[in-house]
């Protein structure tokens, strides 16, 4: 069964810092990884989607990378700011099917 | 488009009680996923359709669980009898991978269940 894994689980930044969420996953063979954002109480945003075909992906200030080879990704969010604070979960399909298997998240706190 | 709709948005029901859950996925989506997520356990897979056809419903956690999609635009699920332990926030999810879908999924805002 594919695991998901993110690392830290909590993390707290003054605002303007630069920082990067991990996110790792047993089984190398995915065809895509989709990173979403999920605010307290409410359901879950996509925020990116990278295929198996590419490297990364970038949206506004945020980049994520995929390495499949070492089953790793990262998401990368540039100059952060108050409303970034949320949960980031990562997420991969599962090995028979279209079924997403989730990490914990890592709950990001941007402290003005 | 709405994106998709789940109603309702919090449910509390007493122990025993039969509970319904609905979804409308977004239109032209040709997949439809079942979540649960609580805080011990996360997000978990229940059940997926595929153009309305039960796929993969090896998440769901016994027979007290039960999953129909009638039609392209709606989907129920359903809790029968409710215990406790079933509370959970619910969650509907869709997506497409035909006509260059990439299979990225939707979720709705959710289900707020409580079960006393």
């Known amino acids: 069964k594919q695991e998901v894994t993110q690392i830290p689980a909590a993390l707290s930044v003054p605002e303007g810092e630069n920082l990067v969420l991990n996110c790792s996953f047993t089984?190398?063979?995915?065809?895509?990884l989709q990173w979403f954002r999920q605010d307290p109480g409410k359901g879950l945003t996509s925020l990116l989607l990278?295929?198996?075909?590419?490297r990364e992906q970038t949206s506004g200030r945020l980049n994520a990378s995929l390495d499949k080879s070492s089953g790793r990704s990262t998401l990368y969010i540039a100059a952060s700011q108050p409303g970034d604070s949320a949960t980031y979960l990562c997420?991969?399909?599962?090995?028979?099917?279209?079924?997403?298997?989730f990490g914990k998240g890592t709950s990001l706190l941007v402290t003005p | 488009d709405a994106g998709v709709i789940q109603s309702p948005r919090h449910e509390v029901t007493e122990m025993g009680q039969e509970v319904t859950l609905r979804c409308k996925p977004i239109?032209?989506?040709?997949?439809l996923f079942w979540y649960r997520q609580t805080m011990m356990r996360g997000l978990e897979l229940l059940i997926y359709?595929?153009?309305?056809?039960?796929?993969?419903d090896s998440g769901m956690p016994e027979d007290r669980f039960s999953a129909k999609m009638p039609n392209a635009s709606f989907s129920t699920l359903k809790i029968q009898p409710s215990e406790p332990r079933d509370s959970a926030v619910y969650f509907c999810?869709?997506?497409?991978?035909?006509?260059?879908?990439?299979?990225?999924?939707?979720f709705g805002p959710g289900t707020r269940l409580t079960v006393l």
């Open positions: 359709f595929n153009n309305n056809v039960p796929i993969d």
């Open positions: 239109s032209g989506h040709d997949y």
């Open positions: 999810a869709s997506s497409s991978l035909g006509q260059g879908g990439s299979n990225e999924q939707f």
């Open positions: 089984d190398s063979a995915i065809y895509n």
């Open positions: 997420a991969v399909p599962s090995n028979s099917g279209y079924a997403l298997n």
């Open positions: 990278i295929q198996s075909s590419q």
